[in-house]
């Protein structure tokens, strides 16, 4: 059969060929950024709908992007966000056509991904995303890219992997298989209220410049400034809690009541001036009812955030996010978890959770229902594709409040402890009481005392307790001695460089290197994630024990306890005896009895010196 075309037929077909072509040419594809290594921050960024923070349609609440990777049995579904220009850190851009996703690949080898960008009423936070209508664009698009070995060392978290809870009291790196040990900072919470992120507020005159620290920048932080020199001298705080060796650091994302007022991720509906002079009035809680637009995001200011998060990963941060404070976890959605609160958590995990090193806490102080907590944790779990650490925080005479959360009542994983004790006297039992009745349920909780002492005093500045005693004694090895993961130190008000005012990490410069000698015991010497909290070994009330029992003992004893005695058992097997200081750090050494056999009760002998001061005691199987 033959087939006749004429001009007009002919001139139709190549017309439709020519635009299959050109439709073809002109797909949506995603750009992929990154170093494409294991474990590095990849990005898939890609051109969708033109759009604005105020755009009548609002591009944060009524699109949803979310991308599925797989590689062999992996897979994780990786919510998106609204990236105006791409490029909002430097533009400080308020529109654009813009959307990206941010993945940490764990293997190497190929990956694929596949898109989906939905549309529709409240299509952000929707429960049945797969009913949701095609937005078109990148929407069904697919690809794959490769994913080489990381290059990191040292202290970079990129060359550790991501820190997992693994159902047991230390949180564990993956690609390293090391178990975590923090000490750092939980003050100043309001951290994030800084001059230079984009719309900075200065409610109370709390907003920060971080200028002290200006000369701890390193010229390795360059490359995460943004508009020139800005973010610098947070950048050199980041420094120089690196260079201490503290390994955490804490900070609010949202308090539009409560202490401060001037970390907000979402968009003014007034001039800053406007809004401080309306905050400034303490008695005045409607700020997020008249102020705030309650669904729409400062999207340049959340990337100058990425900027600090992103450098203080190769400095081996863990970032202790603080989602909220007992002043805001009953503004979002009047106290019931619904849309505002939704899109507030999946903003926070679509920017920043991939993350290596972190943790979601629920809430600073929080006094909400258990079912109403128990709701947002069941909602972030199910959001976050890594299942990062996930804890809540209450005050200290209701920590009763955990009785709600332990063991299979909720995703909680850990809890953030709140004490209130002038001499951290309160530190080890209530770490005590909390791990024995998570790991009684089966389901083990990693804890960390994230506010120890009394609010008005806590850490005290160098210049007011130069020895630091007590905090030495009672709360960093206390807390650690009982089998919680680490220790956040919180800056009493009456003090300069309170929780709230400090700018100069240097305020207590001289306790960070305690801070230090006690993780590097822990990392060097002792297998701490397999012993368990055994005070009553020892033959007195005051020395606390860790113990691996048969194999490895820990004693601390206090100042004015010269010696004590410990029960290994009657095995009859010969321990060695060594000493460390907990005050100088160095190596380990030898007391009066080098030593000792397992029969029953036994004298560990004297330190080596200044017997009158706190210790360390190592008992190890010869």
């Known amino acids: 059969m033959h087939t006749h075309f004429t001009g007009f037929t002919l001139t139709v077909v190549i017309f439709l060929f020519s635009m299959l072509v050109f439709a073809g040419c002109n797909q949506p594809k995603a750009s992929i950024s990154g170093e494409l290594k294991k474990w590095h921050r990849v990005v898939l960024e890609m051109d969708g709908p033109e759009t604005a923070e105020m755009a009548d349609d609002n591009p944060f609440l009524h699109y949803r992007l979310d991308v599925t990777f797989t590689n062999g049995d992996k897979k994780y579904i990786v919510p998106g966000f609204y990236a105006a220009d791409g490029n909002a850190a430097e533009t400080s851009a308020e529109s654009g056509n813009k959307w990206q996703v941010r993945f940490t690949p764990d293997t190497t080898g190929e990956w694929s991904y596949a898109v989906s960008f939905k549309t529709g009423e409240l299509a952000a936070v929707s429960a049945l995303p797969d009913t949701l209508a095609s937005a078109g664009y990148m929407d069904q698009i697919s690809g794959t890219f490769m994913i080489a070995a990381s290059d990191k060392t040292g202290i970079d978290n990129r060359a550790k992997g991501r820190l997992n809870y693994i159902g047991v009291p230390y949180l564990q790196f993956e690609e390293n298989q090391q178990y975590f040990i923090k000490v750092g900072v939980d003050a100043p919470e309001n951290l994030l209220g800084y001059e230079d992120f984009d719309v900075p507020t200065n409610v109370f005159g709390l907003k920060k410049s971080w200028s002290v620290h200006e000369k701890d920048f390193q010229d390795e932080a360059r490359p995460f400034l943004w508009q020139g020199e800005k973010g610098k001298n947070l950048l050199?705080?980041?420094?120089?809690?690196?260079?201490?060796?503290?390994?955490?650091?804490?900070?609010?994302?949202?308090?539009?009541?409560?202490?401060?007022?001037?970390?907000?991720?979402?968009?003014?509906?007034?001039?800053?001036?406007?809004?401080?002079?309306?905050a400034n009035d303490k008695k005045n809680k409607e700020a997020w009812d008249n102020y705030i637009h309650k669904t729409?995001?400062?999207?340049?200011?959340?990337?100058?955030?990425?900027?600090?998060?992103?450098?203080?990963?190769?400095?081996?941060?863990?970032?202790?996010?603080?989602?909220?404070?007992?002043?805001?976890?009953?503004?979002?959605?009047?106290?019931?978890?619904?849309?505002?609160?939704?899109?507030?958590?999946?903003?926070?995990?679509?920017?920043?959770?991939?993350?290596?090193?972190?943790?979601?806490?629920?809430?600073?102080?929080?006094?909400?229902?258990?079912?109403?907590?128990?709701?947002?944790?069941?909602?972030?779990?199910g959001l976050d594709p890594y299942h990062h650490h996930l804890v809540i925080h209450t005050f200290p005479d209701q920590d009763y409040r955990y009785a709600d959360f332990i063991g299979e009542q909720s995703l909680l994983t850990g809890a953030s402890l709140q004490l209130s004790e002038a001499d951290f006297s309160d530190v080890h039992p209530r770490v005590l009481k909390w791990r024995h009745k998570s790991d009684s349920t089966g389901k083990q909780w990693a804890l960390a005392v994230d506010e120890p002492g009394k609010a008005s005093v806590a850490l005290l500045p160098d210049e007011e307790d130069m020895e630091h005693n007590l905090a030495r004694e009672n709360a960093l090895w206390g807390s650690l001695m009982a089998g919680a993961f680490g220790v956040e130190w919180y800056f009493g008000y009456q003090s300069p460089h309170s929780d709230l005012t400090c700018e100069d990490f240097r305020s207590r410069d001289l306790f960070w290197d305690q801070n230090k000698y006690a993780r590097h015991f822990f990392e060097q010497y002792i297998p701490f994630w397999e012993m368990e909290p055994a005070d009553e070994?020892?033959?007195?009330?005051?020395?606390?024990?860790l113990a691996a029992k048969d194999e490895i003992y820990v004693v601390f004893l206090k100042s004015g306890q010269q010696t004590s005695s410990i029960n290994m058992g009657d095995s009859g097997a010969e321990f060695g005896i060594y000493w460390f200081d907990p005050r100088n750090g160095g190596t380990l050494q030898r007391g009066s009895i080098e030593h000792v056999k397992a029969t029953g009760a036994v004298a560990i002998g004297l330190a080596p010196e200044e017997q009158d001061m706190d210790w360390v005691v190592l008992l190890k199987k010869d």
């Open 236 to 278: 050199g705080a980041i420094h120089y809690l690196a260079s201490e060796e503290l390994n955490v650091f804490s900070f609010l994302t949202f308090n539009v009541d409560g202490d401060d007022r001037n970390v907000i991720p979402h968009l003014l509906k007034v001039p800053v001036e406007e809004y401080e002079a309306y």
């Open 296 to 381: 729409r995001f400062d999207v340049s200011k959340l990337e100058q955030w990425e900027r600090i998060f992103d450098y203080a990963e190769t400095q081996g941060m863990f970032l202790h996010f603080k989602t909220h404070e007992t002043e805001t976890d009953h503004l979002m959605d009047g106290g019931v978890f619904g849309t505002e609160g939704k899109l507030y958590y999946r903003e926070l995990v679509a920017r920043f959770g991939h993350h290596l090193a972190m943790n979601w806490n629920l809430g600073e102080e929080n006094n909400q229902p258990p079912d109403e907590v128990k709701k947002v944790a069941n909602y972030v779990h």
């Open 537 to 545: 070994l020892t033959t007195d009330d005051q020395s606390y024990c």
